[in-house]
């Protein structure tokens, strides 16, 4: 054969994730965060914010707490560093989880007299 | 380019010493194997095996069927009857059968490995077939469950006393060996590729196999959680799926269905995946539209996971939803129809020999095209009022798991059987049978569409006298068909000691699979392939002639 | 039991740890990646079906949600939020110091994970042990047994007009009788023979009531012939509770999982086994060990902290 051809494994966007060690303050960085994050979970959410909208601690909770799984995910667990097969790996399981969330809510949510009825 | 000196795909002339059968012939090392192929062999006795199973129950509804009155079997029985049915042939025949047979033996030696990414996890998966299948054995001798293989609540929470627990731990713990499965695909399609194969020479069968892996990994954990829970409140009683304390019998139903209309995407696309192969290869032609194919497997997969609100019409789901769904099924219908269509194109102007395996390929063409037309019907929230509950779904069902998945099933089994087995079987018994499967299908299913629409509810003991010719029908065609069922299982075990030695390459045909020996080595290729063709390269430079091809042996003892 | 072609691998330099499916190291780093990253998304796919559960029953009854999380002790649920996080980060430096090929490194900060894992089990214990005593495990006869004169319970009518103390949660719990008659085991004044879950405080409900912001199937749920009916509402609690044990439950086996995942890898570090070159067992029980964080992290807010802004009036 004239041409080298490629491996499977070679041919595919293969990051040498294995050479690739994270500095030490990334991880102290994030551990940080994390800390932080969930204290102020905590307190935001003795304090009454559905006076702006219903639902908006909940929301505020939710995006903390999204906050720190992209931590956790991007930095603990090397996805930022990561082919991007891994990365769509990642985004698949949410989405689909989101797919059952949306798709059986929306069920819930026509069932009264009107769309959103409370 | 062609790549003839590296890999001979005439036929191999000097034969292996040691195939994969012959390595070994302790139990041992058939049980604690971590080959592949012999993992196939595992799974296709057992799933054989709950194949007749589910088969004999059937055959116990269509003789209870032949009289409209409850004779045979009393209410209760009959209620278990067709559960067992349902639930050994949904989860121990259809989910496992293509991709744990034909997928476990094929997949490495279609992408030129020596094994999938996880041999040992591959046998793991074995077992937990064989637990989970043994416990709900050992619940159906017991008396087994009468829910309906839905498991609906409060009926099954509440108010059963069959085996719900144990049949459910079956199931939960057979789920493993799918996800497994899954898993292993995915990773080996991903990792494992023989230098050369990109994904586009990859054989349809192989993205089939993708594309049902994803549905699998994505699907089943769901059913894990919803048989849990049914456990739990079975025991507790709290009431998440009971009206009376504030629960939702439809949250039930829509955790179930979200893995079981996904489950019928899992049975459907590995068969798709063995009829492309069929098509093409039996055609001699390269298949039309490849790549359209190879997407329609994964955006059927997606697509998939969108639909399963049309099994709760009338279940007392929001009407919004119940329209949204609606929009999604006939929108999962279209992948379907494109892969139809590059199937029609690629006969048309084909080299068509009319092998056993083509004639499975072309009556799967035929029936599933009516199964997912009549799918089509039941989508159609209007429609969808009317037929709910009675045969014409029960008809429609059966037109694409069985006209299409078992039809698919066979086909393949008859395709491959010669590099599975190293034998032949006969030609001339193969096609009678592959007759008399198609006419006794036939019979037995098409006037349960006309008796669905007649009104004949399902999953009762007993209907209205006026519709027992058709039910008679039915079960004439029921004992046709098991005929057509039982003959291939007398002329493949007799080909297994008595038939012909195959060679590598008995149908003369390019794909990787039959470069190599009938039965393969246990490494599967002598030498890493190294993959510089396209895949179903007909012409002339793959090295096979037409009129070889057309002349060859056909056994027909 | 497979021969393997031998001669294809006798000028091969086997790598320890090489499998005999792969072809080098890169092959099989790269599959057992993307293998357990499928086994994660079918993880997520599991703890999903009950976050969906969740979600469809706060939905419906918010109030009974938030009555019962305000019984949940958050500083506990805080504590193993930190706990996780710790456990975490000593995980992330476990993985480290195998990448880097130090063998103590590893095998100290896996064993520290494994004793904040541990921890993490003891609070869940110690939690558990407090809703036993509290009466609000949800299934009847789990509940710690208590004997009480009888005739000295208030009955349901009187408590269903009660608004209750919404300053300390647990106060509510208390019905006002007699401290002196107290089964000898038990610690709450409150009559439960049977052991079943018992939910008084219907404070929260009165309160969206009179704030009109109760949801349609709440307007169901709770009330019979137009009166708050204290039972219903407990019937609703009892879901969240419920939901509470089965999540957390089924969290803390794949703690126990992941405990024993860690002591097995805590050995085989010790034995020397991974090394710079081959260090992916750790990577991958690192993923999973994260995962189960990631897990708790989303519980901690979703089933401890969703009532507490209801608390001193609040709520809109």
Redesign the interface.
């Known amino acids: 054969m004239a041409e080298k051809i490629k491996t499977a494994t070679e041919s595919e966007s293969h990051q040498h994730e294995e050479h690739h060690v994270v500095p030490l303050s990334y991880y102290f960085m994030v551990f940080g965060v994390l800390v932080v994050g969930t204290i102020l979970t905590y307190f935001v959410a003795t304090i009454d914010l559905d006076t702006i909208f219903p639902g908006a601690n909940t929301l505020v909770a939710l995006l903390i707490a999204f906050f720190k799984m992209g931590c956790v995910v991007l930095i603990f667990m090397h996805v930022r560093w990561s082919s991007k097969l891994i990365w769509l790996t990642a985004i698949a399981g949410f989405f689909w989880l989101a797919i059952m969330f949306a798709f059986t809510m929306q069920d819930y949510l026509t069932r009264g007299a009107g769309v959103f009825t409370r | 380019m062609q790549n003839i000196e590296a890999i001979n795909i005439k036929n191999i002339k000097e034969e292996p010493k040691v195939s994969y059968l012959t390595n070994g012939f302790t139990l041992k090392s058939w049980l604690l194997t971590k080959d592949h192929k012999r993992i196939a062999i595992l799974y296709l006795i057992t799933v054989s095996a709950f194949f007749a199973l589910g088969g004999i129950y059937a055959s116990l509804i269509r003789l209870e069927l032949l009289t409209p009155a409850s004779d045979l079997l009393q209410s209760a029985t009959y209620n278990r009857v067709f559960t067992q049915h349902g639930i050994i042939m949904v989860f121990f025949f259809l989910i496992p059968s293509i991709p744990a047979i034909l997928g476990n033996f094929l997949i490495p030696i279609m992408i030129g490995a020596k094994d999938l990414a996880f041999p040992r996890i591959n046998l793991l998966s074995w077992y937990f077939y064989m637990a989970g299948g043994g416990l709900t054995l050992y619940a159906l001798l017991q008396g087994g469950v009468d829910t309906g293989w839905t498991f609906y609540t409060p009926y099954s929470t509440t108010f059963s006393n069959g085996y719900v627990m144990a049949v459910g731990l079956g199931i939960f713990i057979n789920g493993f060996s799918s996800i497994l499965t899954g898993l292993n695909f995915i990773v080996t399609v991903h990792t494992m590729r023989a230098p050369g194969m990109t994904w586009f020479r990859l054989p349809l069968f192989v993205w089939a196999h993708y594309a049902t892996s994803l549905v699998m990994i994505l699907g089943t954990p769901v059913i894990a959680i919803t048989i849990l829970l049914m456990a739990l409140e079975r025991l507790a009683k709290i009431g998440i799926f009971d009206p009376a304390i504030g629960g939702d019998p439809i949250l039930f139903q829509h955790l179930f269905w979200f893995y079981s209309h996904p489950a019928v995407y899992i049975m459907i696309l590995p068969g798709m995946g063995v009829i492309s192969e069929l098509i093409s290869n039996f055609s001699r032609k390269k298949i039309f539209g490849y790549e359209f194919i190879a997407f329609s497997s994964i955006a059927i997969a997606v697509f998939g996971f969108l639909v399963w609100g049309h099994h709760m019409f009338v279940s007392g789901q929001s009407v919004y939803a119940g329209l949204v769904f609606s929009f999604l099924t006939m929108v999962v219908a279209i992948p379907s129809a494109i892969k139809v269509f590059n199937w029609a194109a690629t006969l048309y102007k084909g080299q068509i020999s009319y092998d056993t395996p083509m004639l499975y390929a072309l009556f799967f063409i035929g029936l599933f095209l009516i199964g997912g037309l009549t799918g089509l019907f039941l989508g159609s929230m209007g429609l969808t009022v009317h037929l709910t509950d009675t045969y014409f779904i029960v008809a429609h069902f059966h037109y694409v798991m069985v006209g299409g998945q078992v039809l698919a099933y066979l086909g393949g089994l008859h395709y491959w059987w010669s590099k599975i087995t190293g034998k032949m079987y006969s030609e001339f018994w193969s096609k009678i049978a592959a007759i008399i499967v198609f006419v006794g299908f036939n019979l037995t299913f098409f006037p349960q569409f006309i008796l669905g629409y007649l009104g004949m509810p399902r999953r009762y003991a007993s209907y209205p006298e006026e519709l027992q010719v058709l039910n008679i029908f039915s079960t004439a065609g029921a004992s046709i068909l098991a005929i057509g069922l039982i003959i291939p299982l007398i002329y493949f075990t007799y080909s297994i000691f008595f038939g012909a030695k195959a060679p590598s390459n008995p149908w003369m045909l390019p794909g990787l699979e039959w470069r190599t020996a009938s039965p393969p080595p246990t490494e599967n290729f002598e030498e890493t392939p190294i993959v510089t063709w396209e895949a179903y390269e007909f012409g002339e430079e793959s090295g096979l002639d037409l009129e070889d091809a057309r002349n060859r042996d056909r056994v027909t003892v | 039991?497979?021969?393997?072609?031998d001669a294809?691998h006798d000028d091969h330099y086997h790598a320890p740890g090489l499998q005999?499916?792969?072809?080098?190291m890169?092959?099989q780093?790269?599959?057992a990646?993307?293998?357990m990253?499928?086994?994660?998304?079918?993880?997520?796919?599991?703890?999903?079906?009950?976050?969906?559960?969740y979600?469809?029953?706060r939905?419906?009854?918010p109030m009974a949600f938030a009555a019962g999380s305000n019984h949940l002790d958050?500083f506990w649920g805080?504590l193993n939020?930190?706990v996780l996080?710790?456990s975490?980060?000593t995980?992330?430096?476990a993985v480290?110091s195998a990448?880097?090929g130090r063998r103590n490194a590893q095998v100290i900060f896996i064993v520290v994970t494994m004793i904040f894992g541990t921890v993490f089990l003891a609070v869940k214990a110690i939690e558990y042990t407090a809703k036993y005593k509290e009466g609000i495990v949800?299934?009847a006869g789990l509940n710690m047994k208590t004997a009480k004169t009888p005739g000295t319970y208030p009955n349901a009518r009187e408590l269903s007009t009660r608004t209750g103390d919404t300053q300390d949660p647990k106060e509510s719990l208390n019905t006002g009788v007699s401290e002196a008659n107290t089964h000898e085991t038990g610690e709450h004044s409150y009559y439960n023979p049977g052991g079943t879950f018992v939910w008084t405080d219907v404070s929260l409900a009165v309160q969206a009531q009179q704030g009109n912001?109760l949801?349609?199937?709440e307007k169901i749920?709770y009330f019979s012939n137009g009166e708050l009916n204290a039972n219903?509402f407990r019937?609703?609690v009892?879901?969240f509770f419920?939901i509470y044990f089965?999540m957390t439950g089924l969290h803390a086996l794949h703690m126990i999982i992941g405990l024993g995942l860690m002591a097995w890898l805590a050995w085989k570090a010790w034995m020397g086994t991974y090394t710079a070159d081959y260090?992916?067992p750790v990577?991958m029980s690192?993923?999973y060990w994260?995962?189960v964080?990631?897990v708790w992290?989303?519980l901690?807010?979703?089933l401890y902290?969703?009532g507490?802004?209801?608390?001193h009036g609040?709520?809109?």
């Open positions: 039991m497979a021969t393997h072609a294809l005999h499916q792969f072809e080098d890169g092959q780093q790269e599959s990646s993307i293998g990253w499928m086994f994660l998304v079918q993880e997520i796919m599991f703890f999903g079906g009950l976050f969906t559960v979600l469809v029953f939905s419906k009854y958050a805080g939020t930190l996080i710790v975490s980060l995980m992330a430096l480290r990448q880097l949800p299934v912001y949801t349609e199937s749920g219903k019937d609703k009892r879901i419920w089965v260090y992916s990577e690192g993923l994260h995962f964080d990631i992290i989303f901690f807010p979703l902290l969703l507490r802004h209801f608390l609040g709520g809109h």
